[in-house]
């Protein structure tokens, strides 16, 4: 019996969630995030923990952590320099990338610059062609005179990624042998041991952000780890992964890609888990910032997968979970453009300076300095003592607004708040085409600083079920990371018509990628449960240029199933796009397989329940859409479960405001969540 | 709820995802590549009267923002709820502007009043015709670009008129493909509807038509916010396509800009005839197409990012399209490589305004982006068919940064097919695809390199096109002392003795073994390069995107050493400096082909030819350009220029009994 902790480091602040394996309860955590000093946040956290609930560090049995290293060192352009070697007459891959410019009405637009300049990409003579096989091997002298040039250039690794690899990786691994007998100092990625896909660009990208990131990540995990065993923390330590799972550190140290958008999906795992625990099985997530909001969707727990996920001026191709990202958050600025149009983003004002309301230089007016000037923030202390809201001072801020547009501070106040909702819903409308679901069959999940504060806004602009706020919105990523399964992605690309002919050849391929999984699992994590394995194949019909991925059962694979192929494929194709076509030939690209480890998950404790009716702290004079409104106030700590009330209202708590207008009404379920019901509209 | 200036941008969010939503409709259940991969379509919200007002954000062909479907809703007298319509008839008001392009609209009602329409188009991958793909430069008449649908309701009141789809299926090659994208149109207007009716239940049917109205104006007071700022006056610019045929003569496209306060007019008369191939533009004269305000949009959009791009974009600008010519092609011209007449619009228009700001516009990209195609056989002898990508030129230079490499400026919105894709599909072996070096012209910011593709094929009786492919014969241009671009290469065997030089021919028959090399046209530069920084020439130099010979001779700088040890010479790049540099004078660099060739058309002589093609029926006015080159190249350069070609004028209207005078 022990503690299990999970730690994500954000932006602002970096968040603890303890589960205590003696009585199943949970505690949270809140510091301060030291981009000046990574390692700094966690020495603090691990203090409090002793000092506040009496945690000792030896007494930490599992440890996860996610960091936002990895992206940061993209988006900043800080990586190490790195080589590229490719096939020759083909090292324009990263400046081509796939042609197309990012605003494709702008005369100047460009793509951006390469993480790796031309001058730095080496072409090797050799070809494998599209079936795998070797037209021409490397040659020794060759690839020597490559690595001379790239020491010259001060290279500290080199990407290797050559045309066809993912079918035959022959090519690669002997360049990769040399390097290692000529110059071992130099760390090698090789887009077939990265993730082996079809599409050149798309597989050297993903090699080469891999590459990119690798010694800065891996320096950083080091002295992370460094700390937490001079803090006496002895367990294993895990890396939240953007696969929605968990690796071992060693296993992160080696391939730093996997990790690299782990805050994100940490988050919509935590929300994922907690959702499904409580009996929500389809929600968007909605985790809004000071910068921005991310949604995603969310059934059964399970999040969707996405491949080309945006890091910085970059995809990335490995799977990852699919999140949405919408420059609109609790900074973003409003102004009125020369036309005198109200606006609001994409400037934001951050966590530093900030909204003017937090007093800590912010001037400029913002989306919470909105919300405080309608008297909606405030009314408790926000981020644990850390701020208090000056709603003077967010008047003051948005005067001007309000003076250019000849109507009060509260009325534009309600103009700003539609106006940022507006455009968090064009992109939650946008999500919902992409996968086609039906919004009144889902929930919003609202956690991060500001999604509670929101969430009920954007509600009343989608056909929803309701919103659903948790009992403490501020850790769901730290959770997300406690809570998250050991779990690795395995990939082939085959290439196939699927037919008798091509189906026979699937069963070697597939024992080959278990055999792969259940090492990984076994000797790579030490795991001794039992291996859970979801087999899907990318597939597509003959001349389509994407591909859809499809789940299959591993007997058809063993037994060479044709027809219960085929037939999953025209039936996925008939769920997605509402027609199927029961004669065209079907090609597969990929065959995948997924293998996780279970991780244990704290049980949702219950909240005693009401014995009477929600008693506000008190009642304030709040503005919604400019129209004053009194309103009661409740805390959040004094609510029970099967306590219900009416809107407008405000739920203050210590690490966020939830900010409910009319038409709502709001019951406190019996895990305290507070499930936020719109009254429905005439049809 | 009102719509005023405090909620106009909500409304606009709205509207966005409406037109997202229709986007997303169509990329999700869309069949053919071209949705999917190119994202040649086009998703638009409309006003009663057919101006569009809203498009998708990030998706979709650029080219249809400001488009105005009304000739298409006046072609029925009334509409009932759950009507579609659907045309691909460039013949049929205008909208359609080559057969491939499905065009659907869709009313919605509300309360029994139309609110708006829902309207976009696909690029189908084949519509029948004479060639697959039904696209050739060497088409000349409408009829062989394959079946065309005139405006029907392909749904009234719901019941969906088989008919129209069997039509369309037994006329082309992949039917069912046509028949999964007609699909996909369906879907995509009916999620638009859907969306629409939300957002009216929201705001309420008066103000939403009085938001839409809004809507159109702000972008017209933001478009005449930025033509405010260009400098009133009349700007001329014209430039050249590639031969109006196969073994034709160059085909111009001119403009004269005029810029008068917060307006603008876009006369393209002095602009080639239509021609008897398929590069011509079905405008139907419309003084807003939007083939011929595309260059416009991108200018708007450049001097502000910000702009709304709508129909009220284009409101303070109109344009003028002599009928019978390239811009204003009358049936039955065929029009299927319109696209590349429309680049050339482009380019002019840039140029014009590259007169009126100096020192705010770049270079324009070159346009004749070739999209390549194979079509081949397998081992087993099956024929196979696959696009291979684009290969084009990078963007121009602008006056703040090098234009984008491999494609870029107002060609960059196509994606390319990877390699791996291409060798897996179709039995081709590429032998290199990337930049090629000393592509963009020299200056001080360079123009974006060109992409280069080579690639073998091994079956016989492969047929490989390069449809779209331009400036073979003339290159593009470079402005403020820049150098010009090169122009492109399409060649059979490279290094080889039966190496040959394809010029403008847009489809190769190839036999086992033939290697194909396709280099886009060079991208013009922008300023001195003698004024580019040392250190940028050594990137360059050491990227391996500029020889150090062209360093020394185009850039005035000098380099020492060799791959990443390359520096550069600092005191023997003073003394080139100091030297004449190369910079050429005057606003425009045009390259020594098209200035050889304007050494005998000039701008008086192409003036006197337009003044005489106008004045004779569309129909002989091809026939008469070529006669007429013809002449002038055995006639040289003797005496005046106006008394000589008032002299062949006259003979030829003779030879052929044509009137003194006649006028359209």
């Not at chain 1, 997968?305 to 990335?316: A, P, R």
């Not at chain 2, 986007?23 to 086009?42: G, I, Q």
């Not at chain 2, 910000?306 to 390239?326: F, K, Y």
Request: glycine share 10%.
């Amino acid at each position: 019996m022990g503690y299990r902790v999970g730690v994500d480091v954000g932006g602002s602040f970096t968040d603890f969630a303890v589960f205590n394996e003696a009585d199943a309860s949970i505690a949270t955590l809140k510091v301060f995030s030291r981009p000046d000093a990574p390692g700094a946040e966690i020495v603090a956290g691990l203090e409090a923990l002793e000092a506040r609930h009496g945690i000792a560090a030896s007494g930490i049995t599992y440890f996860t952590h996610g960091t936002t290293v990895g992206v940061n060192a993209v988006i900043q352009r800080n990586g190490d320099d790195i080589a590229l070697f490719t096939t020759r007459c083909f090292e324009d891959v990263l400046q081509l990338g796939r042609l197309k410019i990012p605003r494709i009405h702008d005369l100047y637009s460009a793509r951006p610059a390469p993480l790796v300049p031309r001058y730095r990409v080496f072409g090797i003579a050799e070809r494998m062609d599209a079936r795998g096989q070797v037209l021409l091997a490397p040659q020794r002298a060759d690839v020597l005179a490559a690595i001379e040039s790239a020491r010259a250039a001060g290279c500290a690794g080199i990407v290797i990624s050559f045309l066809h690899s993912y079918r035959n990786p022959e090519n690669e691994k002997a360049v990769k042998a040399l390097i290692g007998e000529v110059a071992p100092e130099l760390p090698v990625f090789c887009s077939s041991e990265t993730w082996p896909i079809i599409r050149e660009y798309e597989r050297t990208i993903t090699a080469t952000i891999s590459g990119y990131v690798q010694p800065r990540v891996a320096r950083y995990l080091d002295s992370f780890e460094r700390v937490l065993r001079e803090r006496g923390v002895a367990c294993p330590l895990h890396i939240t992964k953007s696969n929605g799972g968990v690796m071992s550190i060693d296993q992160a140290r080696a391939e730093c890609v996997q990790m690299i958008l782990s805050g994100t999906a940490s988050g919509v795992i935590g929300a994922g888990y907690i959702a499904a625990a409580s009996g929500f099985p389809k929600v968007l997530s909605l985790d809004i910032g000071g910068t921005s909001a991310d949604v995603a969707v969310i059934v059964d727990g399970q999040p969707q997968y996405g491949v080309g996920e945006l890091i910085g001026d970059f995809q990335i191709y490995v799977p990852s979970v699919s999140v949405s990202s919408v420059g609109q958050g609790g900074g973003s600025v409003a102004w009125v453009d020369e036309m005198n149009v109200l606006r609001v983003g994409p400037d934001s004002a951050g966590s530093t300076p900030g909204p003017a309301c937090y007093g800590r230089g912010g001037v400029r007016p913002t989306v919470t300095d909105a919300m405080a000037a309608s008297n909606l923030l405030g009314h408790a202390p926000l981020g644990y003592d850390a701020v208090v809201v000056n709603r003077a001072a967010a008047r003051t801020a948005i005067a001007p607004l309000a003076q250019a547009l000849g109507v009060s501070v509260e009325e534009v106040a309600g103009n700003i708040v539609a106006v940022s909702v507006s455009g968090m819903y064009a992109e939650v409308s946008g999500l919902i085409s992409r996968f086609g679901i039906d919004p009144r069959e889902f929930h919003l999940f609202a956690f991060g600083g500001a999604g509670a504060m929101l969430a009920c806004f954007l509600a009343r602009e989608l056909d929803i079920k309701g919103v659903v706020v948790p009992p403490t919105p501020g850790v769901v990523s730290a959770l997300g990371g406690l809570i998250a399964d050991l779990k690795n992605d395995f990939i082939r690309t085959l290439y196939i018509n699927v037919d008798d002919a091509g189906v026979a050849g699937l069963a070697a391929p597939y024992a080959a990628l278990r055999e792969r999984a259940l090492g990984w699992l076994r000797d790579g994590q030490g795991y001794t449960g039992e291996a859970r394995l979801t087999v899907s194949a990318d597939m597509r019909y003959q001349g389509q240029s994407y591909e859809i991925e499809t789940q299959l059962e591993p007997a058809w694979l063993e037994n060479g199933d044709t027809r219960a192929i085929v037939a999953a494929f025209h039936a996925e194709h008939e769920r997605l796009f509402g027609h199927a076509d029961a004669h065209g030939a079907v090609q597969l690209v990929n065959l995948r397989l997924v293998v996780a480890g279970h991780t244990p998950k704290p049980p949702l404790l219950p909240l005693p329940a009401a014995t009477d009716a929600a008693v506000p702290l008190k009642t304030v004079a709040a503005w919604f859409d400019g129209v004053q409104l009194e309103t009661p106030v409740y805390a959040r700590m004094q609510l029970r479960a099967g306590h219900c009330f009416g809107a407008p209202a405000i739920v203050a708590q210590d690490d966020t405001t939830t900010v409910i207008p009319p038409g709502f009404s709001v019951n406190v379920d019996g895990f305290g969540n507070l499930l936020i019901t719109p009254q429905r509209k005439e049809a | 709820m009102a719509v005023d200036e405090r909620n106009l941008q909500v409304l606009a969010n709205f509207c966005a995802a409406a037109a997202d939503a229709m986007a997303f409709t169509l990329m999700r259940t869309a069949h053919s590549a071209f949705v999917k991969e190119t994202e040649d379509f086009s998703c638009q919200i409309v006003t009663r009267e057919g101006l569009a007002f809203t498009s998708p954000r990030h998706f979709g062909a650029p080219w249809y923002s400001g488009i105005d479907y009304r000739p298409l809703l006046d072609m029925f007298d009334s509409y009932a709820e759950g009507d579609i319509c659907v045309t691909n008839d460039p013949y049929s008001g205008f909208v359609a502007t080559h057969s491939p392009d499905l065009h659907i609209w869709k009313p919605v009602f509300h309360e029994g009043r139309i609110a708006c329409f829902v309207v976009g188009h696909i690029h189908n991958t084949d519509v029948g015709g004479a060639v697959p793909a039904s696209l050739s430069r060497s088409l000349t008449e409408i009829e062989q670009e394959g079946v065309r649908i005139p405006p029907v309701k392909l749904v009234a009141g719901g019941v969906l008129n088989d008919f129209v789809v069997e039509v369309l299926r037994a006329n082309v090659r992949s039917p069912d493909q046509n028949g999964g994208d007609l699909h996909a149109q369906l879907a995509c207007v009916n999620v638009g509807e859907r969306k629409i009716r939300e957002i009216i239940r929201r705001f309420g049917f008066d103000a939403f038509i009085e938001g839409v109205g809004m809507l159109l104006d702000y972008a017209d007071r933001q478009a005449r916010a930025v033509l405010r700022k260009v400098p009133d006056g009349d700007y001329f610019f014209a430039d050249y396509a590639d031969e109006d045929s196969v073994g034709g003569r160059p085909c111009r496209v001119a403009l004269t800009l005029r810029i008068r306060g917060d307006e603008a007019e876009l006369d393209y008369t002095g602009s080639d005839p239509q021609l008897a191939s398929s590069l011509n533009m079905p405008t139907g004269g419309r003084e807003r197409h939007p083939l011929v305000m595309v260059g416009l949009t991108y200018v708007l959009y450049t001097l502000n990012n910000d702009i709304l791009l709508n129909a009220g974009t284009l409101r303070p600008a109109r344009a003028i399209l002599p009928e019978g010519t390239v811009v204003n092609a009358q049936r039955p011209a065929a029009v299927g490589m319109r696209s590349l007449t429309c680049a050339m619009t482009q380019i002019v228009t840039v140029g014009a305004f590259a007169q009126a700001l100096p020192h705010l516009m770049p270079a324009a990209s070159p346009g004749g982006n070739a999209i390549l195609n194979v079509k081949t056989a397998d081992r087993a002898g099956r024929p196979v068919m696959a696009s291979i990508g684009p290969v084009g030129g990078g963007g121009g230079g602008t006056p703040f940064c090098d234009g984008s490499d491999g494609a870029g400026g107002a060609t960059g919105f196509l994606r390319n097919t990877p390699v791996e894709i291409s060798e897996a599909e179709v039995p081709v072996h590429f032998l290199r695809y990337g930049l090629h070096p000393d592509t963009g012209a020299p200056g001080r910011y360079r123009g974006g390199l060109s992409a280069v593709m080579e690639f073998r094929v091994s079956s016989p009786e492969t047929v490989v096109t390069a449809r779209n492919r331009n400036r073979s014969l003339m290159p593009s241009w470079g402005v403020q002392g820049a150098h010009a671009g090169v122009v492109s290469h399409f060649v059979r065997n490279p290094g080889t003795a039966g190496e040959a030089e394809l010029g403008n021919t847009d489809v190769v028959h190839c036999d086992p073994g033939d290697v194909i090399r396709v280099i886009g046209p060079g991208a013009g530069g922008y300023g001195d390069p003698f004024r580019r920084a040392p250190e940028a020439v050594l990137a360059d130099v050491r990227c391996g995107y500029v020889s150090p010979g062209s360093a020394r001779a185009d850039y005035g700088v000098a380099i020492a050493g060799e791959g990443v040890r390359a520096q550069v010479d600092e005191a023997a790049t003073a003394a080139l400096r100091a030297a004449t540099g190369t910079a050429a004078s005057g606003m425009f660099t045009f390259g020594r082909e098209r200035v050889a060739f304007e050494s005998v058309w000039t701008r008086e002589r192409y003036d006197l030819l337009t003044e005489f093609l106008a004045s004779v029926p569309v129909g002989w006015r091809f026939f008469l350009k070529h006669r007429i080159f013809d002449t002038v190249a055995q006639a040289g350069q003797d005496g005046a220029v106006r008394e000589q070609m008032a002299a062949i004028f006259a003979r030829l209207r003779a030879q052929y009994g044509l009137p003194a005078a006649a006028s359209a």
